[in-house]
């Protein structure tokens, strides 16, 4: 096996660590000889720094190596063979493609974390230098995204662009607005159906100057690593001026991932709000199915009932509505109220009798109760007397009085009842009230049946008027209305795992 070592030494590591030449070719030597090297071929340089290509003692090496004239290369470590990291990697990666088996004696290739390192850098590095070679082949309009310019179709919104010299600058006005999308994304609970809204509300023009703010504009936004400073066209990242600063760019990212995971976890059997759903139109409760509409296989809810026996077997032409956008709009509300709990009071109450008037129910109905005691007390007492006879009209009445005292006694187990749920519904609400902000900012550590049962607590149904048409996608052809319920006794397993 023909061997050969490379050592070197700098002046300025002679005279600062003491290191000379005759250690490194000694201890070079030694591994090449354990290594099984019949021959050793010996390239120094002497007082030449590592951060220049250009030293006799290499350039011979790496003719050597290339002429296939070396097996097997000892070297201390790669700051011989250059001091510069991308040069370590130029030469380390040649010498192998010359099937040169490369050993260092200070540097540990696989299994030190700063060969480990220097191994996915080399990787990262390779990977770079094949897309400059797959680049140099592509053509045309690709030239200007190389050279730092941008091609065509530049249109984010934030930035001015000029076709014609391919500039990008900040645009004044649209670029606060990207600030504060991300800024609200990231710093507040707030969603993207949320953004979108503050914004229309505010009225703030879209790119466009018309048309309203839609989540999915806002996601695309959230998603653009433009507003970091780097646009993406094709395989190059090409700098522009970045509007957002990395930390909340990140941390917006951070938030992005936990929404996507937020529902990447459901299966095409996981519905949100099977049960509760139902259609405006024909009545029926709405159910999950995972079909195919038009181009793409998605989950939706449908008013059909297809078994057999059906009373109702649903609109015609049958209706299926995204899943996914009616169960953002439900989750939105859920947010908004937990937001507010106060509100989804309000809204509960003002639907219900209120307390006070059962309450007025119930003294009157145990007054009735008592009178009719009282009346079919005087009745057995006449008896009793004998100032009346058992005839079939006493007999009537005496039926009549007990008919009506079961009556009474109904309405008032019904009633209790309903006091001591809206009791407990106090006392949900009660409850609600104080860990509403920390489920609020917890919701994204919420797996899919902690969703389904916050939901169930808040929302007792939704209901779905009107249809998507075709090509069209969303709410704007949608009426959701979510009805709002107090929760009870808050069932504290559905939250064990996030209010700990
Ligand atoms: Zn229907």
């Not at 991300?182 to 466009?208: Q, V």
């Not at 001026?241 to 996507?260: C, F, G, H, M, Y």
């Not at 709002?484 to 808050?490: D, F, G, R, S, Y």
């Amino acid at each position: 096996m023909q061997a050969a070592i490379y050592v070197r030494v700098s002046t300025d590591d002679q005279a600062r660590h003491g290191f000379s030449l005759a250690e490194q070719r000694e201890a070079c030597r030694a591994r090449a000889s354990s290594l099984g090297a019949s021959t050793i071929r010996e390239f120094a340089d002497e007082g030449i720094s590592g951060s220049i290509m250009d030293r006799p003692g290499l350039t011979s090496l790496r003719g050597a190596v290339r002429n296939n004239q070396v097996d097997l290369l000892v070297v201390r470590d790669p700051d011989r063979l250059s001091r510069k990291l991308s040069h370590q990697l130029l030469l380390t990666e040649e010498i192998e493609k010359a099937g040169v088996r490369l050993e260092f004696l200070d540097f540990d290739w696989k299994d030190s974390p700063e060969g480990r390192l220097f191994y996915s850098v080399r990787g990262a590095i390779s990977e770079y230098e094949r897309e400059k070679i797959r680049d140099r082949m592509s053509r045309g309009k690709d030239q200007k995204a190389r050279q730092g310019g941008i091609p065509i179709g530049f249109y984010n919104y934030g930035y001015n662009y000029f076709p014609d010299t391919g500039k990008v600058t900040i645009n004044d006005a649209e670029a606060p607005m990207v600030k504060n999308i991300f800024i609200w994304f990231a710093y507040e609970d707030i969603g993207m159906n949320g953004i979108a809204r503050r914004l229309n509300e505010t009225g703030i023009p879209t790119r466009k100057g018309r048309g309203k703010w839609h989540r999915n504009v806002i996601r695309q936004i959230l998603r653009n690593p433009v507003y970091i400073g780097y646009w993406n066209y094709k395989d190059f990242s090409i700098p522009v001026p970045s509007i957002v600063d990395a930390e909340t760019w990140n941390k917006a990212q951070q938030k992005l991932k936990e929404a996507r995971r937020l529902w990447a976890g459901l299966s095409k059997n996981d519905y949100l709000l099977s049960g509760i759903i139902s259609c405006s139109e024909c009545g029926n409760t709405m159910t999950g199915v995972y079909t195919k509409w038009w181009d793409k296989k998605e989950r939706r809810y449908t008013c059909r009932k297809n078994s057999q026996g059906a009373k109702n077997k649903g609109c015609v032409p049958a209706k299926a509505l995204p899943a996914q956008v009616i169960e953002d709009a439900v989750w939105e509300q859920i947010q908004i109220w937990l937001d507010d709990p106060d509100a989804l009071a309000n809204e509960v109450i003002s639907e219900e009798p209120r307390e006070e008037e059962l309450r007025q129910e119930l003294v009157r109905i145990e007054e009735h109760i008592n009178n009719n005691d009282k009346g079919r007390g005087n009745i057995l007492d006449s008896l009793a007397l004998g100032l009346i006879e058992l005839d079939a009209i006493t007999k009537n009445k005496l039926a009549d009085l007990k008919r009506r005292k079961e009556r009474l006694e109904n309405r008032k187990r019904e009633l209790e009842t309903v006091l001591s749920e809206a009791q407990r519904h106090v006392a949900g609400l009660e409850e609600l009230r104080l860990i509403s902000k920390q489920i609020l900012s917890r919701l994204s550590c919420l797996d899919f049946d902690d969703r389904k049962a916050l939901v169930r607590l808040l929302v007792s149904q939704v209901i779905i008027a009107g249809r998507s048409r075709p090509g069209r996608n969303g709410l704007k052809d949608i009426q959701i209305t979510i009805v709002a319920k107090l929760p009870e006794q808050i069932d504290g397993s559905i939250f064990s795992n996030i209010l700990r």
